[in-house]
């Protein structure tokens, strides 16, 4: 039997809940991935072309420091990672994330929960960051019920 890890990112803790809920379905550890510099209101205004998430976002080269790496990664064999979609791709904190371990052999399965928008191209975008891992499809996690979240969970 495979070892589980939900790392998540979540800015108003709405992935964080759906973390929780995928933790405790797939039989998973829980890590948080949490930013030097905490999020907020003002920082995540979209609407804000100067805002932080937005300048960040505007610029592919930008890796938002996190503040406390996992030290036993190696332990596990699968990771579900999970995040809120921004400007229709994953938060450059999970470019940060995923840059941070080597993940060769892992099987990586992303999460996403989302206000509207799909996952668009954010597999493929985070592939090329780590390619020697077994990248899995994305899924939204929106209004999955516990059911349905156990059943996916269970697939990897």
Not at 32 to 45: G, S, W
Request: proline share 5%; hydrophobic share 40%.
């Amino acid at each position: 039997m495979s070892k589980k890890l939900v790392a998540y990112f979540s800015a108003s803790g709405t992935t964080k809940k759906a973390a929780e809920r995928l933790a405790k379905a797939a039989g998973a550890d829980l890590f948080e991935i949490k930013p030097v510099e905490p999020y907020t209101a003002a920082d995540l205004n979209w609407m804000d072309k100067k805002s932080r998430s937005s300048v960040e976002m505007e610029d592919p080269s930008s890796r938002p420091e996190i503040a406390e790496k996992l030290a036993n990664m190696a332990d596990y064999d699968t990771v579900f990672i999970g995040f809120p979609i921004w400007w229709y791709v994953a938060p450059h904190i999970i470019n940060t994330f995923v840059e941070s371990y080597d993940f060769t052999g892992k099987t990586l399965m992303p999460f996403a929960t989302s206000g509207g928008s799909g996952m668009g191209h954010t597999v493929d975008e985070l592939k090329k960051l780590c390619p020697n891992a077994d990248w899995k499809t994305g899924k939204l996690v929106n209004g999955m019920s516990d059911n349905t979240l156990s059943d996916w969970a269970d697939m990897f």
